[in-house]
């Protein structure tokens, strides 16, 4: 029997679970629900039957998923959809097949245009953990700068990652050592024949996107989501703070001249204070224990909300 005869036929011997799609339908609500995506954005799960596929909502408002005919399945090896009779998909589904791909432990990914989180895709302001929850983004969030990563045959230079080669440059910055390293490794595989072994599930679990978003990966749907929401919410309390910080150094050199100083060496200035990498590191293994918390209380948000639907219930846990 041919490899793909015999996935289809375990595919429809084992229905997959309706917990799953469930899940995903409340996890974009979540995403809405907290401002993480508006009319664009998505959020797709690996197919936990059959890793060569995943799925995804049909190209739809994330709060307008409701029902399991919303939800499209599309292979990781090119991200065509399973169905030959599928609707309109996202454009933008490349980015995670090209994840999928890469790293064998991903099972989520969300991407978003949240506005707390672009302005750090385009200044030289990093986009660092500045509070517990914020550990979660990894201690320093890679920009991923399309523009370097189009190829002539791209006609539009949109900004969107609406092919395989646009998403592999995406999902290799989950990775940046690769990246940096590429020449040696190149040396080592001609001199050893053994391919880069790649992580499971790399580093850098939240890439930015220049002039257009962020990505971010879990090791589940909740985990998705968490890192999502608390991403966008480290991106607004850093943006407060460096304000903050800036307005009060002003300040400090106001003092200093009004004082009588000679305008002579360096001004007062003061940083604010970001985690440490060992700090970021290990808030997110402590927060690890209790992301289920906040999955329970925002199923209870969604599900009062007269806006969202979810024809398949409630999800597990909520
Ligand atoms: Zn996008």
């Not at 953990?129 to 983004?137: D, E, F, K, L, R």
């Not at 910055?173 to 595989?189: A, D, V």
């Not at 360096?266 to 209790?290: F, M, V």
Request: charged residues 20%; aromatic residues 8%; hydrophobic residues 35%.
């Amino acid at each position: 029997m041919a490899e793909d005869s015999r996935t289809a036929l375990a595919r429809a011997s084992k229905p997959m679970s309706k917990e799953l799609f469930s899940t995903l339908i409340t996890a974009n609500h979540i995403l809405h629900y907290h401002n993480v995506v508006d009319a664009y954005g998505h959020i797709s799960v690996r197919n936990t039957q059959d890793t060569s596929t995943f799925f995804i909502s049909k190209s739809l408002a994330p709060a307008l998923v409701s029902s399991r005919d919303d939800i499209e399945e599309y292979r990781v090896s090119d991200a065509s959809p399973v169905n030959p009779d599928a609707g309109r998909g996202y454009a933008e589904r490349f980015i995670h097949s090209e994840i999928y791909k890469k790293y064998k432990g991903v099972q989520a990914v969300v991407h978003a245009h949240n506005e707390a989180v672009i302005p750090f895709s385009i200044s030289s302001v990093p986009l660092r953990p500045v509070y517990h929850m914020g550990g979660a983004m990894g201690s320093l969030c890679p920009i991923y700068d399309i523009s370097q990563h189009y190829k002539a045959s791209d006609n539009l230079h949109s900004l969107l990652v609406n092919n395989e080669h646009l998403g592999a440059g995406l999902a290799a910055g989950f990775n940046p050592s690769t990246m940096i390293s590429k020449t040696t490794n190149l040396l080592r595989n001609f001199v050893t024949s053994q391919a880069t072994q790649m992580p499971d599930f790399p580093p850098n679990p939240t890439v930015l996107m220049r002039g257009h978003g962020f990505t971010c990966i879990g090791a589940s749907i909740e985990e998705a989501v968490w890192r999502a929401i608390y991403t966008c919410a480290n991106a607004r309390i850093q943006t407060t703070a460096l304000l903050m910080q800036g307005s009060y150094n002003v300040g400090l050199v106001g003092e200093r001249f009004g004082g009588g100083e000679k305008e002579t060496g360096p001004a007062k200035h003061e940083d604010i204070k970001y985690l440490s990498d060992r700090e970021c590191k290990d808030a997110w293994t402590a927060n690890q224990g209790h992301a289920y918390r906040p999955w329970k209380l925002w199923c209870a948000e969604v599900e009062a909300s007269g806006l969202y639907h979810n024809e398949l219930g409630s999800p597990p846990g909520a």
